[in-house]
């Protein structure tokens, strides 16, 4: 489909004056808006398209189309017609009322299917029944029931011979609404501010440009992303978008919410993703899914960065180097080599964190202890490299150099937490925390208290996700710029 996606905004002001006023500050962020007619009282359509300063898509959809308008089919269609006559530069139309429509002036018509429940097996004839009407314009929009459910619509657009609106709706269709600039829709909604939207799964325009970088992407952009559950609140979209557009390289990177992760890596071939991050809970699940895993990653058992290079997949573990780097610095020289070699190392958890840095700080050469809340675990772990294991209460016991909090014990939203008490701190102890969300966890603050040495997740945090950008684009990373973004979205929090 030639020319570029627009930007659409809808305007679900419940007055005329209102809307008049959202249409001007739509303006700042949308090439056009749509009027939801079915949200305006006392509707002067008038006075309200005289004072249009965008294009309109003239819309009023009944209740059983989610909308609002509640009164006759036939006052309905003759609402639409006067928005014709009037100027709207389109009207929108539902499949179902078409054949009752007679459109009158220069307006372009929309024929529109929508689904709240599902994205249906059966699109492509929806798609043939939509063909068949002369309209202008074809717009799709279904509930995605799981995130391949976007695949189905991107087929859409790919093969359509039309101008088509396609997209899926609530928090697993988010990518369709981003990507319909690669796959060529029409146009894809945003609202013009958070509470504004008009149907599930709308983000504020502004973000779709600042985060995403909407208007940069074509057909062209190369797509990357996360894989994990839950994931609306990863910050990694925010830094690696932010690092892409420093670069100014044409790629994207989206949140990814998977269950199956070895259904979706295969799926999104379809798609030619050219990379992911993955996070809890897929880093063990993804190997599964790979052409081939880096000897680390493959004895750590988990992938964190996905690298694809012509058409096969390849694993790697960025933790690991990247927990390295961030407790290095505060070790000094050995007189053995490292500054890890021979120092005493006590590594709360044994999940993946814990496994990334565990075998790290074997191949450093640090003595290594592993306690935690399942010993079984702790022992797995502790036998594959050599460690110790126990569990947490034995950190009483401990005779060490260094701390390490590889459990989520004391993250987001559970900060008053703590994996152990503040009496085992002393002076000179190197207590280094992985969770990076507070910043300052309990256990950092009472260390530091106590005189320790303290590391907080943000340089490991930062430094895996340069890594993972290095090991894609083959760049060096903006770090500074990384590691800003990464602040500010946890000052929002
Ligand atoms: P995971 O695989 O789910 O492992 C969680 C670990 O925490 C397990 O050892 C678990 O013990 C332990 N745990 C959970 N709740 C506990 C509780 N209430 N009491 C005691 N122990 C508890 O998670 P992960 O991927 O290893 O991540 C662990 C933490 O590291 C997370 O906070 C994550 O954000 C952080 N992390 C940070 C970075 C960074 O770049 N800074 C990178 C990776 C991970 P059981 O075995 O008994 O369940």
Same mark, same amino acid.
């Given at each position: 489909?030639?020319?570029?996606?627009?930007?659409?905004?809808?305007?679900?002001?419940?007055?005329?004056?209102?809307?008049?006023?959202?249409?001007?500050?739509?303006?700042?962020?949308?090439?056009?808006?749509?009027?939801?007619?079915?949200?305006?009282?006392? +509707?002067?359509?008038?006075? +309200?398209?005289?004072?249009?300063?965008?294009?309109?898509?003239?819309?009023?959809?009944?209740?059983?189309?989610?909308?609002?308008?509640?009164?006759?089919?036939?006052?309905?269609?003759?609402?639409?017609?006067?928005?014709?006559?009037?100027?709207?530069?389109?009207?929108?139309?539902?499949?179902?009322?078409?054949?009752?429509?007679?459109?009158?002036?220069?307006?372009?018509?929309?024929?529109?299917?929508?689904?709240?429940?599902?994205?249906?097996?059966?699109?492509?004839?929806?798609?043939?029944?939509?063909?068949?009407?002369?309209?202008?314009?074809?717009?799709?929009?279904?509930?995605?029931?799981?995130?391949?459910?976007?695949?189905?619509?991107?087929?859409?657009?790919?093969?359509?011979?039309?101008?088509?609106?396609?997209?899926?709706?609530?928090?697993?269709? +988010?990518?369709?609404?981003?990507?319909?600039?690669?796959?060529?829709?029409? %146009?894809?909604?945003?609202?013009?501010?958070?509470?504004?939207?008009?149907?599930?799964?709308?983000?504020?325009?502004?973000?779709?440009?600042?985060?995403?970088?909407?208007?940069?992407?074509?057909?062209?952009?190369?797509?990357?992303?996360?894989?994990?559950?839950?994931?609306?609140?990863?910050?990694?979209?925010?830094?690696?978008?932010?690092?892409?557009?420093?670069?100014?390289?044409? $790629?994207?990177?989206?949140?990814?919410?998977?269950?199956?992760?070895? $259904?979706?890596?295969?799926?999104?071939?379809?798609?030619?993703?050219?990379?992911?991050?993955?996070?809890?809970?897929?880093?063990?699940?993804?190997?599964?899914?790979?052409?081939?895993?880096?000897?680390?990653?493959?004895?750590?058992?988990?992938?964190?960065?996905?690298?694809?290079?012509?058409?096969?997949?390849?694993?790697?573990?960025?933790?690991?180097?990247?927990?390295?780097?961030? %407790?290095?610095?505060?070790?000094?020289?050995?007189?053995?080599?490292?500054?890890?070699?021979?120092?005493?190392?006590?590594?709360?958890?044994?999940?993946?964190?814990?496994?990334?840095?565990?075998?790290?700080?074997?191949?450093?050469?640090?003595?290594?202890?592993? +306690?935690?809340?399942?010993?079984?675990?702790?022992?797995?772990?502790?036998?594959?490299?050599?460690?110790?294991?126990?569990?947490?209460?034995?950190?009483?016991?401990? $005779?060490?150099?260094?701390?390490?909090?590889?459990?989520?014990?004391?993250?987001?939203?559970?900060?008053?937490?703590?994996?152990?008490?503040?009496?085992?701190?002393?002076?000179?102890?190197?207590?280094?925390?992985?969770?990076?969300?507070?910043?300052?966890?309990?256990?950092?603050?009472?260390?530091?208290?106590?005189?320790?040495?303290?590391?907080?997740?943000?340089?490991?945090?930062?430094?895996?996700?340069?890594?993972?950008?290095?090991?894609?684009?083959?760049?060096?990373?903006?770090?500074?710029?990384?590691?800003?973004?990464?602040?500010?979205?946890?000052?929002?929090?």
């Amino acid at each position: 489909m030639p020319g570029r996606t627009l930007l659409c905004v809808p305007i679900t002001a419940e007055t005329g004056e209102a809307a008049i006023l959202d249409m001007y500050k739509a303006e700042e962020v949308a090439d056009i808006v749509e009027l939801r007619l079915d949200y305006i009282h006392e +509707l002067d359509l008038g006075r +309200l398209l005289a004072h249009k300063p965008l294009p309109v898509i003239a819309t009023c959809r009944p209740v059983s189309e989610r909308g609002r308008f509640s009164g006759e089919e036939s006052s309905r269609l003759s609402l639409l017609r006067d928005a014709c006559r009037l100027g709207a530069d389109f009207v929108d139309i539902e499949l179902e009322a078409w054949s009752h429509f007679k459109a009158q002036g220069k307006s372009k018509r929309i024929i529109s299917y929508h689904n709240f429940k599902e994205t249906p097996a059966n699109l492509e004839d929806i798609v043939k029944r939509l063909d068949s009407a002369d309209a202008d314009i074809i717009k799709i929009a279904t509930m995605a029931g799981s995130i391949s459910d976007n695949l189905a619509i991107f087929d859409l657009l790919k093969k359509s011979q039309r101008p088509m609106i396609a997209l899926c709706m609530g928090e697993d269709g +988010l990518i369709s609404r981003i990507l319909a600039p690669k796959f060529g829709s029409f %146009l894809t909604f945003a609202s013009l501010s958070e509470g504004q939207e008009s149907a599930p799964g709308q983000i504020p325009a502004a973000q779709l440009k600042s985060l995403y970088r909407f208007d940069e992407i074509n057909e062209e952009t190369e797509i990357y992303g996360v894989i994990g559950n839950p994931i609306a609140h990863s910050m990694s979209p925010a830094i690696h978008n932010a690092a892409f557009d420093r670069l100014g390289l044409n $790629k994207v990177y989206l949140p990814f919410k998977v269950e199956d992760v070895v $259904k979706f890596v295969e799926s999104f071939k379809a798609i030619g993703v050219k990379g992911y991050s993955v996070t809890i809970p897929h880093k063990e699940g993804v190997l599964a899914a790979l052409d081939e895993v880096d000897e680390l990653a493959q004895k750590i058992g988990a992938v964190n960065t996905v690298l694809e290079r012509e058409g096969r997949l390849f694993g790697y573990n960025t933790d690991s180097s990247a927990a390295i780097f961030s %407790l290095e610095p505060a070790l000094g020289e050995s007189p053995e080599g490292t500054a890890l070699s021979g120092k005493r190392v006590v590594v709360l958890g044994a999940g993946g964190a814990a496994r990334a840095v565990v075998f790290a700080l074997s191949e450093k050469g640090a003595k290594v202890t592993i +306690l935690n809340r399942t010993v079984e675990r702790a022992k797995r772990l502790a036998q594959e490299v050599g460690a110790k294991w126990g569990p947490l209460s034995d950190i009483s016991k401990m $005779k060490m150099d260094v701390l390490v909090n590889a459990t989520s014990v004391g993250m987001y939203p559970e900060v008053d937490e703590t994996p152990v008490s503040k009496e085992i701190f002393r002076p000179g102890l190197v207590v280094f925390d992985m969770v990076y969300n507070p910043l300052e966890t309990r256990l950092l603050r009472e260390a530091k208290e106590a005189g320790c040495e303290c590391i907080t997740g943000l340089e490991m945090f930062v430094e895996q996700a340069k890594e993972q950008f290095e090991l894609w684009t083959g760049k060096d990373a903006p770090t500074d710029l990384m590691r800003q973004v990464v602040l500010e979205c946890l000052g929002e929090k």
